[in-house]
């Protein structure tokens, strides 16, 4: 299913302590930083997480980051591979919806790495993410090197449904 976001509240000046990572709106994007320190009740500093600038925000422009954010972009192969790159592109889809290309790079990315780590030499084929007509389908494939010739035989859509005819 789709990924659902959390409408995160700004965060109370009273839970912004030094060291903390938060998600920033900032110059018509969102990103990501880390509090260096609360000035008042109504300002913090941060660093920005991409480049590290730092600026004085409103209190009200800092969120909590994405409950997904908590762990390292990284994606599982073998067998979860359907399933975990979509989780990833879901999760980068996410990002970009709030304005965040860097962190959603970084989960693309991570789908990317892991579509790239699959064992060639499975006597059954690879596992292979094909997209047709938008729609991402798990799949097993198999090449001969020799002849440059390949198959890939269509096994479920990731979003579950079965191939049609």
Same mark, same amino acid.
């Not at 920033?24 to 913090?44: D, I, M, Y």
């Not at 097993?140 to 049609?164: H, I, M, S, Y």
């Given at each position: 299913?789709?990924?659902? %976001?959390?409408?995160?509240?700004?965060?109370?000046?009273?839970? *912004? *302590?030094?060291?903390?990572?938060?998600?920033?709106?900032?110059?018509?994007?969102? +990103?990501?930083? @880390?509090?260096?320190?609360?000035?008042?009740?109504?300002?913090? #500093?941060? *660093?920005?997480?991409?480049?590290?600038?730092?600026?004085?925000?409103?209190?009200?422009?800092?969120? $909590?980051?994405?409950?997904?954010?908590? @762990? $390292?972009?990284?994606?599982?192969?073998? #067998?979860? %591979?359907?399933?975990?790159?979509?989780?990833? +592109?879901?999760?980068?889809?996410?990002?970009?919806?709030?304005?965040?290309?860097?962190?959603?790079?970084? +989960?693309?990315?991570?789908?990317?790495?892991?579509?790239?780590?699959?064992?060639?030499?499975?006597?059954?084929?690879? $596992?292979? *993410?094909?997209?047709?007509?938008?729609?991402?389908?798990?799949?097993?494939? @198999?090449?001969?090197?020799?002849?440059?010739?390949? #198959?890939?035989?269509?096994?479920? +859509?990731?979003?579950?449904?079965?191939?049609?005819?």
């Amino acid at each position: 299913g789709a990924l659902q %976001l959390a409408v995160m509240a700004p965060m109370e000046a009273a839970s *912004l *302590l030094a060291g903390a990572s938060v998600r920033v709106s900032w110059q018509e994007a969102s +990103r990501r930083a @880390t509090v260096a320190c609360l000035h008042g009740e109504a300002q913090v #500093e941060v *660093l920005f997480d991409d480049d590290a600038s730092d600026a004085l925000v409103d209190v009200a422009a800092v969120r $909590p980051l994405e409950a997904f954010e908590s @762990t $390292p972009p990284a994606c599982a192969g073998g #067998e979860l %591979l359907a399933e975990e790159a979509a989780r990833c +592109r879901e999760e980068g889809n996410a990002l970009y919806r709030m304005s965040d290309a860097a962190a959603a790079a970084e +989960r693309y990315s991570a789908a990317i790495v892991s579509l790239g780590r699959v064992d060639a030499g499975s006597a059954d084929g690879v $596992p292979v *993410l094909a997209v047709v007509d938008r729609v991402i389908w798990a799949c097993r494939g @198999t090449w001969r090197q020799k002849q440059d010739l390949g #198959e890939v035989r269509f096994r479920q +859509r990731v979003d579950g449904r079965a191939p049609q005819g």
